[in-house]
């Protein structure tokens, strides 16, 4: 039986998650190191969920310093089918104001320095990933947002950029010419990872400014984001409360089986040590014995 079906990752200003009955506090090691932090396992409701504060608590860890393989391998071990992502992000559209929250359905990646990938090393994969985020609970999650009383926008395109510095002026134009929605520093590699581990993703991005590109606005500053975080924070425990009620037990959505087809390597050339590394995400179709952590 799993610990949890359901995770929920903490962003910016979020480090723990209220109203969890039952709760224990778990380290769980993985062959990519220590997650963020402890995951808080417990119930919403009748739902057995997992929290994990991806930048630790008291923010410990910068975006690209996020140990996201680790976190999402761990969440795998735990059980976990579904994972629902919290993030702080800035507005690029004008109709996308500060503490409005949006469901993106699409991602541009600008990161650079960041592991994006379980395989390697002796095992190759290619999943599918034009559209990042399960469509299923995407449309869950705008509802439970819309019905929490959030200014909600669903769908929209999330840039994802390296950070720890916010956007140039001259960045912030371009991605607006691209069409994009919101800018963040976190949902990648998380979307593409939880693909390969076959759990569903999707994201709640919460507005805390507009970025630098608005004609007489202010330049982003730390103190403008901190300053909506708070405000944010009770936002998106709402939109947890409405969510966790609407959840199916089962799955129809494909990112159940997204690596049905996509091991590229023949099982005969797949080093050992490789397949036990994966186990828990390979042995579906590898049938590999799993090796303890």
């Known amino acids: 039986m799993p610990d949890a079906t359901v995770a929920f990752i903490g962003g910016s200003g979020l480090y723990d998650i209220e109203g969890l009955a039952d709760r224990r506090d778990v380290d769980v090691p ?19 969920v997992a929290f994990l504060p991806r930048h630790g608590r008291g ?33 690029l559209r004008e109709e996308i104001r500060p ?8 991602l541009i ?33 705008a509802s439970a947002a819309t ?8 769908g929209g395109i999330y840039v994802v950029m390296e950070g720890p510095q916010f956007s140039t002026r001259a960045e912030s134009a371009l991605y607006r010419s691209w069409g994009a929605s919101v800018i963040g ?17 999707t994201t709640i991005a919460l507005v805390t400014d507009y970025d630098c590109w608005r004609d007489g606005e202010e330049s982003v500053s730390v103190e403008l984001v901190v300053a909506n975080l708070g405000r944010n924070v009770e936002t998106s425990r709402s939109i947890i409360r409405e969510l966790v009620g609407r959840i199916p037990a089962k799955r129809t959505c494909p990112c159940a ?34 090796e303890v952590v």
Do not use: W
């Open 99 to 106: 503490l409005d929250v949006l469901i993106p359905h699409q």
């Open 147 to 154: 019905d929490s009383g959030a200014t909600t926008h669903p």
């Open 59 to 91: 923010h410990r860890l910068s975006p690209t310093e996020i140990p996201a393989r680790a976190n999402i391998y761990a969440l795998k071990a735990l059980g976990v089918e579904r994972i629902v992502s919290l993030s702080a992000v800035g507005s």
């Open 185 to 201: 520093m976190t949902a990648l590699p998380e979307a593409k990872l939880a693909r390969e581990a076959e759990i569903c993703y």
């Open 257 to 290: 089986s997204a690596l049905e087809n996509a091991i590229i390597t023949h099982p005969d050339q797949i080093p050992p040590e490789a397949a036990a590394r994966l186990s828990i995400i390979v042995n579906r179709y590898l049938k590999v014995p799993r």
């Open 109 to 141: 990646d600008r990161t650079k320095t960041r592991a994006s990938t379980f395989f390697g090393e002796g095992i190759v994969a290619h999943v599918g990933f034009a559209d990042p985020f399960c469509p299923q609970m995407a449309s869950l999650v």
């Open 30 to 48: 993985t062959p990519f190191g220590a997650p963020s932090d402890t995951i808080a396992l417990g119930t919403l409701g009748n739902t057995p």
